[in-house]
């Protein structure tokens, strides 16, 4: 992510000094994410046991995080020899990551015990009933624990050590990638695919150009991160896309919480709405399935209708969700292709008005030098899981059983990312950036365009151009 | 042996450090917010939770087995998806596994 001013460096709570990696920090999350990876895929498919469900991993639930409870958070800690196995795993990869970055070894411990139990925390947190049905996720948990410590007490500096955010993020993004196979792209048939991939790009894009041309946006990455989470899928797709643009930390929190916030709102009010208008289930549900943000609530939404609308509403939700490798994919690309060159010829003629200096267009080799390496992974990780998904039955099999144990600690790493996160966020950062209210402006204009073009694509695809798989689902 | 002083150690020894000297002010707020957590999860939220509308609500999700907070598709619990294949001809709607 971006270097901070030297005006935000000053009103940053003090920290760890920046790490000078032995070992390029993209190039170790990709090494941790596919080392897991073949790992679990080696295990499931020397000793996986093949029942009438399916292929079972022997890792299945011996990897797990604090699950639901409703009076006591004791509830949610009866898994908790997965928790610890997770611990152990993600200790590992703490430690791999410390030594590469030359931390302090004598704060390794201390440091790596303290974030994963702040982790811990925020899932304990996110895990009460209540909180966990009306959708607010880990991450905002996770960021307000390491914000309550930051703001208040300080970040103690053994803490500091660990809190890796970016190292985090990247590996639990090549994590992600094993969980996005293209296979799933023609669930729905052409009609889901316009509904989830012709609409997306079109919201993503029109947003991003009013927060530039429009509310002119100070920063671009944030344009990008709301853009992306609001059209996308939520909190995965800012994490990517926040990555992929190299967006501030406090950025991507208040894209996360902007999401979060409007989330609960769409999940309750677009079933009364459909129900209202007596719209039928599969319009509707494809309607809520590619407009709310997270794919948890668009199940929660679905599931207020019916079983029709709910199996249409996660369908187009998992087809928009496979639409993230592509976004991350080219939002680095954009940025590394115009955006940084940009940014640098403004840098040396500060009195010309944004968007008027444009710096020279770097060729192939320069892109290839300045790309993220950890989206190559991403992409990598994305595509070989694909092919395994679609070799047969049991290639798909075995790519689900893998991912099933891999997207916990997946979530491990993210939650961590969003622990750390908030270790190094000043209050006054974030106050700053929803300066104006031009952040809430961006979302709710985006999203705006979102309902209106994803309904209008859902009733010309359903109803008009493809009425017959209205009456398969009936 | 003396160990070299880091410029960040410079730094932190001139400006102060937030973990070395935290005020009286940032401690009480820290356990005021410990508080209203515990406060907020131990009491509030378990009330809330047995609301009519709100335990109806969880209760449905907890019997189709949706886990409202997944972030990707592949969290979604018991949820399978649908797709359209074409038998004989006609379309038809056949679910999808997740792995789950």
Redesign the interface.
């Known amino acids: 992510m971006a270097n901070m001013s030297a005006a935000e460096a000053q009103a940053e ?2 920290l ?2 920046a790490p000078r990696w032995r070992i390029k920090e993209d190039w170790l999350a990709i090494l941790v994410g596919a080392g897991l990876l073949v790992v679990v895929l080696g295990i499931v498919t020397a000793a996986g046991e093949m029942t009438a469900d ?1 292929l079972t991993h022997p890792l299945k639930g011996q990897i797990s995080k604090p699950g639901e409870w ?2 006591s ?1 004791l509830e949610g800690m009866t898994r908790w020899s997965g928790i610890v196995a997770a611990w152990l795993v993600l200790g590992v990869a703490g430690l791999a990551a410390a030594l590469a970055a030359r931390r302090r070894l004598d704060h390794f411990v201390p440091g790596m015990l303290g974030v994963l139990a702040l982790a811990t925390l925020a899932y304990v ?2 895990g ?12 905002i948990w996770a960021l307000g624990i390491g914000l ?10 053994w803490l ?1 050590s660990m809190s890796l955010t970016e190292f985090y993020i990247k590996t639990g993004l090549v994590l ?1 990638g094993a ?1 996005v196979l293209f296979g ?1 792209l ?4 052409l009609p889901g695919v316009c509904v989830a991939w012709v609409v997306t790009p079109i919201v993503l894009i029109t947003t991003f150009w009013f927060g530039q041309r429009v509310l002119r946006i100070e920063s671009p990455t944030l344009n990008m991160v709301i853009s992306a989470d609001m059209s996308v ?4 797709a800012a994490i990517a896309t926040a990555a992929a643009c190299r967006a501030k930390k406090e950025e991507l929190s208040l894209a996360i919480s902007l999401s979060l916030m409007f989330t609960v709102v769409m ?1 309750v009010i677009m079933p009364a709405v459909i129900r209202w208008t007596e719209m039928s289930s599969v319009v509707g549900g494809a309607w809520m399935g590619g407009t709310i943000d ?4 668009v ?2 939404a679905g ?2 209708l019916d079983s029709t609308a ?3 509403a ?2 187009v ?2 087809i928009q ?1 496979i639409l993230i490798g592509v976004v991350a994919f080219g939002v680095a690309w954009y940025w590394v292709r115009y955006r940084d060159v940009d940014a640098a010829a403004h840098a040396l003629e500060p009195s010309a008005g944004a968007g008027e200096i444009r710096g020279p267009r770097p060729g192939i080799a320069e892109i290839w030098r300045r790309f993220p390496r950890f989206i190559i992974g991403f992409v990598v990780a994305s595509i070989l899981f694909s092919l395994l998904a679609g070799s047969g039955t049991f290639g798909e ?1 075995l ?3 893998t ?2 144990v891999t ?1 916990t600690l997946r ?1 491990w790493f ?1 939650c961590l990312a969003f622990v750390s996160i908030g270790l190094e966020t000043n209050f006054r950062m974030l106050a700053h950036q929803l300066r104006g209210g031009k952040p809430i402006v961006l979302y709710l204009v985006g999203q705006s365009l979102n309902l209106c073009l994803t309904l209008f694509m859902a009733w010309l695809m359903f109803t008009q151009v493809f009425p ?2 209205v ?3 009936d | 042996m003396f160990r070299p002083i880091s410029r960040h150690t410079l730094a932190s020894a001139y400006r102060g450090s937030a973990e070395q000297h935290p005020n009286r002010r940032g401690i009480v707020l820290f356990a005021a917010g410990c508080v209203a957590i515990a406060l907020l999860w131990l009491l509030v939220l378990p009330a809330v939770g047995q609301q009519r509308a709100v335990r109806r609500h969880i209760d449905r999700n907890r019997a189709q087995g949706i886990h409202p907070d997944a972030l990707f598709y592949t969290e979604m619990g018991a949820i399978d998806g649908v797709r359209l294949v074409y038998v004989d001809g006609k379309p038809t709607v056949e679910p999808i596994r997740m792995g789950e």
């Open positions: 709570p003090e760890a000094p399916g409703d009076s958070p947190l996110a009460q009933a209540v909180v966990k049905h009306y959708n607010l996720e880990y991450a309550l410590i930051s703001n208040t007490v300080g970040t103690p500096r500091a992600l969980e799933r023609m669930a729905l048939g899928c939520g909190v995965s999940m997270s794919s948890g609530a199940a929660a599931s207020m709910l199996e249409v996660v369908t939700k998992m969700n099999a790519a689900t059983s991912t099933g997207k979530g993210f017959h798989w009456a398969a689902m």
